[in-house]
């Protein structure tokens, strides 16, 4: 079974920590999807990786396809950083992706 | 911004009825995809697209049919509203931007079946 973990559930932090959040996923990928979901709803895709680690401004993600793991930092944390954090994956020859129930990110001003 | 709209964003149902939710898109993308998100739950998928009339079931599809007659338009119907089909329902289509291929979300809409 194709399943996705993220960890922590629930993450408060003050303004200026230095975020990570984990994605465990327990066979082997095609690729895998950071997303952010404010609290409005509205879904946006971060990153897409298949290797390596990919940046954009204060957000860096990286992945570890021995160990079936990815990470999402996020630097000098701001209030507006403030989200739930979603971890996704796709398999070879599927056009699906099966997705992680998420990180409540909170920054505290 | 991928230009999906989903429509209703709100609707307020009883059981038994019929209920069709519309997602539009504009950027000519082929595949397009329905989610249902409920708390302690990931986004699960319904049904997917991946063509005009090409269509095929997703984890959770009992209760739920698609159509998709134009590429910009894909229809999700639930034949006969239940109250476990409450939910928060996202339609997204998959593209390609600077950073790789990404899906697209609409803005959800939230359905409540009395």
């Known amino acids: 079974k194709n399943e996705v973990e993220q960890s922590p559930q629930n993450l408060t932090a003050q303004e200026g920590e230095f975020i990570t959040i984990n994605c465990s996923y327990s066979?082997?990928?095609?690729?895998l999807h950071w997303l952010q979901q404010h609290p409005g709803g509205g879904i946006v895709s971060l990153f897409m990786l298949s290797s390596g680690k990919k940046k954009h401004g204060r957000l860096i993600a990286t992945i570890n396809i021995q160990e079936k793991h990815s990470s999402l930092h996020i630097t000098a944390s701001h209030p507006r950083d403030s989200a739930v954090y979603i971890c996704?994956?796709?398999?070879?020859?599927?056009?699906?992706?099966?997705f992680g129930t998420g990180t409540r990110l909170t920054i505290i001003p | 911004d991928a230009g999906i709209t989903q429509s209703p964003r709100h609707k307020v149902t009883e059981t038994g009825t019929p209920v069709t939710l519309r997602c539009h898109q504009t950027e000519n993308h082929r595949y397009m995809y329905w989610y249902r998100q409920d708390p302690g739950h990931g986004l699960r998928l319904i049904h997917y697209?991946?063509?005009?009339?090409?269509?095929d079931k997703g984890e959770v599809s009992d209760g739920y049919s698609v159509s998709r007659s134009k590429t910009e338009d894909f229809l999700l119907t639930l034949e006969s509203a239940t109250s476990s089909q409450t939910s928060v329902y996202f339609c997204a289509t998959r593209g390609t931007s600077e950073r790789g291929e990404t899906q697209y979300f609409g803005p959800g809409t939230r359905l409540l079946v009395l």
């Open positions: 066979v082997g990928i095609s690729a």
């Open positions: 697209s991946y063509g005009v009339k090409d269509t």
């Open positions: 996704a994956v796709g398999f070879f020859g599927n056009e699906k992706l099966t």
